[in-house]
């Protein structure tokens, strides 16, 4: 009975020899399958899918947290250059860039053109960006890498300006506002103050003073009449206002001067006029692009030898089933 069972599972297992035997006899084709897939696989790398060009940004970053102006210290509102860099995402810079390049805005193009761009942080170099740019074409990529860096530079200017601008702008009303009720109430006082000094004698005199009070028969000698302290004092709290009215006054002047300059300011960002150029210069000095971008030689997609080689084993590894089902299935069936 055992030797029985020996028996059918030997019958049931496939001797490794037969099975090397039935693939040899299909060798034809399975090369045949193998070969044609691979060909098929080349041709339509080569000629069916879009080829994928990249150009690269090499970006030296390193913004700092608080910018000295003509109006004040100004904090940065991003703390770290990877934010900064990381700007160059924003949809601003990508719908210029693409004007730039001819290509139709709409929200499906400017999402393609943002999945093409990445940015590569180097971990050894903390200020070291490498941004990457992706298209179709040698020229495509560079004329992209090109005009995303310029408009992404256009937009830092402007973003950081004109918050700025705003910034100031904000503070200096609010320091005009205050300064200038402190010039109303102390105004007020001083007048009322000037009142009271014409009210106070300037000096005292003595022997008035003493025919006032009953002193008797004891002997005395009369001075000559004495400053007043009340009024002293009062002609003191008059030159301190007048001064703390004098300094309201000029710091009134100073902020409606820079509010006007910040006005001007405001309305040449836009224009990126000299005067826009010449206001809060961080951006030159912060982010700098060491060598221009070149146009890339090789694609880096698809790889037309990669393709090859996995259309050859794809049709190998249906090859091969074919030729060991046909044998093992078929002829049993039949």
């Avoid at 029985?4 to 001797?15: G, L, P, T, V």
């Avoid at 890498?145 to 973003?159: E, V």
């Amino acid at each position: 009975m055992s030797e029985q069972k020996n028996y059918n599972r030997y019958e049931d297992e496939i001797d490794l020899r037969e099975l090397f035997m039935v693939l040899w006899k299909g060798k034809k084709f399975i090369v045949s399958i193998t070969l044609i897939l691979a060909v098929l696989s080349g041709i339509i790398t080569m000629f069916f899918i879009d080829p994928v060009y990249e150009a690269k940004l090499d970006i030296l970053a390193n913004f700092p947290e608080i910018v000295n102006t003509k109006y004040g210290e100004y904090k940065m509102l991003m703390t770290t250059n990877e934010q900064y860099v990381n700007l160059i995402h924003s949809n601003d810079v990508l719908k210029a860039t693409m004007q730039d390049v001819n290509y139709d805005i709409s929200k499906s193009s400017i999402e393609n053109l943002l999945s093409g761009i990445s940015v590569i942080k180097d971990d050894k170099k903390p200020n070291s960006f490498t941004i990457k740019v992706k298209a179709e074409t040698p020229d495509d990529a560079l004329k992209i890498a090109s005009n995303l860096y310029k408009n992404y530079i256009n937009f830092l200017n402007s973003m950081i300006k004109s918050r700025s601008v705003e910034y100031f702008s904000d503070y200096y009303s609010i320091e005009l506002r205050k300064n200038e009720d402190e010039l109303t109430s102390n105004t007020i006082l001083l007048e009322q103050y000037k009142k009271m000094l014409d009210q106070i004698p300037q000096t005292i005199n003595q022997k008035d003073a003493l025919e006032s009070i009953d002193i008797g028969s004891v002997d005395y000698v009369v001075l000559e009449n004495i400053i007043n302290e009340n009024y002293k004092k009062v002609e003191l709290d008059i030159i301190n206002l007048e001064q703390v009215i004098y300094n309201l006054e000029n710091k009134i002047n100073l902020s409606k001067q820079y509010l006007n300059e910040l006005d001007q300011i405001r309305d040449s960002i836009a224009s990126n006029d000299e005067l826009a150029k010449e206001y809060f210069k961080v951006i030159n000095t912060s982010i700098q692009l060491p060598s221009e971008p070149v146009a890339p030689n090789n694609k880096i997609s698809p790889s037309t030898s990669l393709n090859v080689i996995i259309g050859a084993v794809i049709g190998g590894i249906i090859s091969v089933i074919y030729v060991l089902i046909k044998k093992y299935w078929f002829t049993e069936v039949k």
